[in-house]
């Protein structure tokens, strides 16, 4: 496997400490992020199409996002990549077809460590004694050749993933490779927390938390959070916390509000979502008897009133929805190819190594296709997840 530098895993405490997002929790980790401006809509899912983004259905323009990682980093547009897991921040939803405009892109992986265990038949791995899963529809950077059979065990990946509450797994959606990581990350349920000893649980791993560090507020068992440690543990085998990323509190957008995503916080009729507070009294859960907590992925609708998500309907969403192990998905890419290969018919568009063997162009032809030109890419992802198998191709004007 070639490895490249990790983008989000950088010094974990000067680098944490420094972040203006960062300061209100005094290195206890709340996540920043926003362009200042309330959201109508709030989404988090796995992008199926760039050049536009893509998410839950949903084309989201970018002329004025903001676009960082979870830890405040700011990143360009070109640094999304098919399958990346992403918090938007949006104004409404509108159209026959859904489209709105972003005001902030998070980008969140789920996992980053050692690879301990590699199951080809099962199409699995195991990442700081976490399951994750792969089907069809998961992402491997091109620098991966052959995908999971690519990976040997000890390689550090990144993994972009869909955590499912009811197993406790993890869905992979894309997977990268990291070079030397400053620390490691993993995103998960908050359990046996111990103020005093300054310990805790999380997905089986324990964890010790830093005496340097301030304590989020939000820490509390059962908590949906992101850790982030060093990447080798103490002589007691606990992971030592650097940072704690906890979505930080903001106001909803009055009027009518959609968000989708994890459950971060439950307290008794009310819960978060997206760092965004939903007051559940007059809601309708479906599907009905459907047992709340959090890790869980919703979809919410209702209206802001003085900040407050006041729910309508809140619908527990499988994760099957996110991922199906057997039929495949449609990718989209629009943008300017490069690195054209007329003799091998392929080419590369955002980041994406692309094939189109045996694939015709809905407008012009073949020897109209030069590196610069626009051109728009519907496709599903090669076997092992490297790049894209066209099915159509048209000319962008």
């Not at 690519?150 to 993933?161: F, N, Q, R, S």
């Not at 990291?178 to 998960?188: M, N, R």
């Not at 059962?222 to 704690?244: E, I, M, N």
Request: proline share 4%; glycine share 14%.
């Amino acid at each position: 496997m070639t490895e490249r530098p990790g983008r989000c895993w950088r010094t974990p405490f000067a680098l944490a400490c420094s972040l203006a997002a960062l300061l209100l929790a005094a290195c206890g980790g709340v996540e920043g992020g926003g362009t200042g401006a309330s959201p109508q809509g709030y989404t988090e899912g796995s992008a199926t199409g760039l050049g536009g983004l893509i998410v839950n259905g949903v084309n989201y323009g970018q002329r004025s996002a903001r676009i960082a990682d979870d830890q405040g980093h700011l990143l360009g547009a070109d640094a999304l990549r098919l399958g990346m897991v992403v918090r938007i921040d949006s104004a409404a939803v509108g159209g026959d077809e859904p489209s709105a405009e972003a005001l902030q892109v998070t980008v969140a992986s789920a996992l980053a460590g050692p690879v301990s265990a590699s199951d080809l038949m099962a199409r699995s791995l195991t990442v700081l004694g976490q399951t994750v899963l792969i089907d069809g529809n998961t992402a491997f950077d091109p620098a991966i050749a052959g995908g999971q059979a690519g990976i040997a065990l000890g390689d550090v990946v990144e993994v972009h993933a869909i955590y499912d509450a009811a197993t406790g797994r993890y869905l992979a959606r894309r997977i990268e490779p990291l070079l030397s990581p400053a620390s490691y990350g993993l995103q998960g349920r908050v359990q046996a927390l111990d103020l005093a000893t300054r310990t805790l649980q999380m997905g089986g791993q324990p964890f010790q938390l830093s005496t340097r560090m301030s304590l989020p507020g939000e820490l509390t068992d059962g908590v949906f959070v992101k850790l982030l440690f060093d990447t080798q543990p103490d002589a007691r085998g606990r992971w030592l916390v650097r940072s704690v990323l906890v979505p930080a509190q903001r106001d909803a957008a009055t009027g009518p509000v959609a968000l989708q995503g994890l459950i971060e916080q439950l307290d008794g009729s009310s819960l978060r979502v997206g760092g965004l507070r939903v007051d559940l009294r007059q809601a309708q859960v479906l599907p009905a008897g459907s047992v709340l907590q959090t890790g869980l992925r919703v979809r919410v609708e209702g209206s802001a009133s003085g900040g407050v998500v006041q729910a309508n309907t809140l619908t527990v969403r499988p994760v099957a929805e996110d991922g199906d192990r057997v039929n495949k998905q449609n990718f989209s890419l629009v943008g300017q190819l490069s690195a054209l290969d007329l003799a091998a018919q392929r080419f590369t568009l955002l980041g994406t190594p692309v094939s189109f063997a045996d694939t015709v162009l809905s407008q012009g032809t073949e020897s109209a296709l030069a590196n610069g030109v626009r051109i728009e890419v519907r496709g599903t992802l090669s076997l092992d997840g490297t790049s894209l198998v066209a099915q159509g191709l048209k000319f962008d004007p």
